[in-house]
């Protein structure tokens, strides 16, 4: 039988305590269902019981938290929960996960970090390697950090410009029957870029980029028969691509680029058949210098806890199939 214990941690003032704990004391809710601990805040002081184990892991994590709200870093539920799943499963380099550098400030002031191992270690292959695959499902970060990495390096001059594209799997089927002009009909595949680069950047300014032709959004169409020099360069949702298309899109890198290719092989939009280009250039490309590879799990889910069931649920349903 599990030994019960107690912890108890003090900290500065009952303003870091309520900061710790989040709104009602959702922050602690989150811990304690995750690692199965009962926690309590009473002034400034959070109390912890449970088994030996259980009192140990919330006491760590509540440790860290106090660390990054003495950084003036907010709290988000967010990271409380992914945390808290990460040190509910035995897992060391939570702590890490709340303590990752930031990679980008937006201009509403969030700071935008990577919150898993495997997250890092796409974040520092952006930075060193010239072209970047991502891999993973929904959920992971692919594209939001991919974007941050963008917009930072044209904040620091890195690239001169910015472009950011996917396949319009449907359009060549359905644009005719969508009203108004080409930008348009391609608007609603580029919308899930536009939301990630407004979230980054603010929204007058943004457009401002886009009118100037600092920022390209488009179709990957579009990107035939170009050269794309000193760009960054995001090719999104590209398991949808051919492998014809693939090969276009990065034969067109140039100069003083960049490129960061993201997608999900478990949600390819193709026709029954086609093989999908993202699939293709895996078998082609590792081993190369000056591209990388970054694979993302289920755990590497940063949404709400229930998409990462659902992932693996998929994921079981499929290996029964």
Known sequence: MDEVSEGKLVVADNEEAAALAGSQDRNLRLIERAVGARIGARGNEIRVSGTTEQVGRATELLGELVKLVRLGHPITEGEVEYAARMVGGGQTDAADAVFSDVVLVTDRGKPVKPHTQTQRDYVAAIARADMTFAVGPAGTGKTYLGMAMAVGALRESKASRLILTRPALEAGERLGFLPGDIQ????????????????????????????????????????????????????????????????????????????????????????????????????????????????????????????????QAYEQHETRE
């Not at 093989?275 to 590497?300: C, M, T, W, Y």
Request: glycine share 8%.
């Open 184 to 311: 348009a009909k391609v608007d609603p595949y580029l919308r899930p870029l536009f939301d990630a680069l407004y979230d980054m950047m603010d929204l007058e300014k943004a457009q401002r980029l886009i009118q100037q032709g600092v920022i390209e959004v488009a179709p990957l169409a579009f990107m035939r028969g170009r050269t794309l020099n000193d760009a960054f360069v995001i090719l999104d949702e590209a398991q949808n691509t051919t492998p014809e298309q693939m090969k276009m899109f990065l034969t067109r890198f140039g100069f003083g680029s960049k490129a960061v290719v993201t997608g999900d092989i478990t949600q390819t939009d193709l026709p029954r058949g086609q093989k999908s280009g993202l699939n293709h250039v895996r078998e082609i490309l590792p081993g190369i210098p000056g591209v990388a590879f970054v694979h993302f799990s289920d755990q590497d889910v940063v949404r709400h806890e229930l998409v990462q069931r659902i992932i």
